[in-house]
């Protein structure tokens, strides 16, 4: 059984960071292209960040040069380290690991920007 289990979310002033971690199990996490998403209140669920199996990143424009996106396969984790928040960072956050049709969903995590 596959899962992915985000841990990290929280609330956090704006300016303020948190570091997203999302665990995998089931899978040869290695072998993966990982992803953050964030999903906003009736918004749809949109690409924050990837990074692919030989590390290579990819940013949305709206959190480059604050969000670092970053994985370590013998701990079958991706990371998503935010600084500098802002309140349109607040959303629900999504793990996302794919290798060609197989793809796996993390529950989410909640990130909350408010002073």
């Known amino acids: 059984q596959v899962q992915l289990v985000e841990s990290g979310g929280g609330l956090v002033q704006p300016g303020g960071s948190l570091r997203l971690s999302c665990t995998a199990s089931?899978?040869?996490?290695?072998?993966?292209?990982a992803a953050w998403y964030r999903q906003a209140p009736g918004k749809q669920r949109d690409m924050v960040a990837t990074i692919s199996i030989r590390g290579s990143t990819d940013y949305d424009e709206s959190v480059k040069g604050r969000f670092t996106i970053s994985r370590d396969n013998a701990k079958n984790t991706v990371y998503l380290q935010m600084n500098n928040l802002k309140p349109e960072d607040m959303a629900v956050y999504y793990c996302?690991?794919?290798?060609?049709?197989?793809?796996?969903w993390g529950q989410g995590t909640q990130v909350t920007v408010s002073s």
């Open positions: 996302r690991t794919s290798r060609g049709i197989l793809t796996y």
């Open positions: 089931g899978i040869t996490f290695s072998m993966y292209t």
